[in-house]
Nanobody
């Protein structure tokens, strides 16, 4: 099983960035997908999740109306579109999957994790 997160980088406050998560070795279309992030000195936290079918979405309050999670099951790839970025969004972003349709917000509910991609938002 491999999850490859990409798309991180340096962006100015107010800008946008799109992260991708390419999956292999799993039945991606049968797995819920989540995005989490970890800022320096802080615990990893939930950002967004989407059900296996793409019909159910969950967002953390801190990113609601700014971030959009999506997936393309035909490509076994998930996405996180981040708009109106703020310096407090600076973190390593991780994608994860779980062997269930339900897009849990709990970190420990996810079975497979990518390596993370760093997003730095400058003020």
């Amino acid at each position: 099983v491999q999850l490859q997160a990409s798309g991180g980088g340096l962006v100015q406050a107010g800008g946008s960035q799109r992260l991708s998560c390419a999956a292999s070795g799993i039945t991606f279309s049968g797995s819920a997908l989540g995005w989490f992030r970890q800022a320096p000195g802080r615990e990893r936290e939930f950002v967004a999740s989407v059900s296996a079918s793409g019909g159910t979405l969950n967002y953390a309050d801190s990113v609601k109306d700014r971030f959009t999670i999506s997936r393309d099951n035909a490509k076994s790839t998930g996405y996180l579109q981040m708009n109106t970025l703020k310096p407090e969004d600076t973190a390593v972003y991780y994608c994860a999957t779980r062997h269930s349709d339900w897009p849990s917000t709990g970190i420990y509910d996810y079975d497979n994790w990518g390596q993370g991609t760093l997003v730095t938002v400058s003020s």
